[in-house]
């Protein structure tokens, strides 16, 4: 049964930063493609950040491209997103994502983390 579970976040001023990680247990992170997504109260869930297996490849949704770095540790079974010059418009509840590789190993949701940027 493959699990994952977010943390990191928290409540921080405007400009603060933050860093989330994402824990995969159940099988190796290195069979899964990992990005980040968030949803604000009242918002459809958007893409935020992703990388590849082997962390070579990374991408990220515009708003957050110079401000927010996807990264991972297949050793520790562990992605996670640096964010930083945080933004009210930021706050949002942060999910995890691990799509398998081939896609039969399965997709995957953790239970997301919540992220509070005062201004």
């Known amino acids: 049964q493959v699990r994952l579970v977010e943390s990191g976040g928290g409540l921080v001023q405007a400009g603060g930063s933050l860093r989330l990680s994402c824990l995969v247990s159940?099988?190796?992170?290195?069979?899964?493609?990992i990005a980040w997504f968030r949803q604000a109260t009242g918002k459809e869930r958007e893409f935020v950040a992703a990388m590849s297996r082997s962390g070579d490849l990374s991408y990220y949704e515009e708003s957050v491209k110079l401000r927010f770095t996807i990264s991972r540790d297949n050793s520790k079974n562990t992605a996670y997103l640096q964010m930083s010059n945080l933004k009210p418009e930021d706050t949002a509840v942060y999910y995890c994502?691990?799509?398998?590789?081939?896609?039969?190993?399965?997709?995957?949701w953790g239970q997301g983390t919540q992220v509070t940027v005062s201004s």
């Open positions: 159940g099988r190796a992170a290195e069979n899964f493609f």
């Open positions: 994502n691990a799509k398998g590789v081939p896609s039969f190993v399965g997709n995957y």
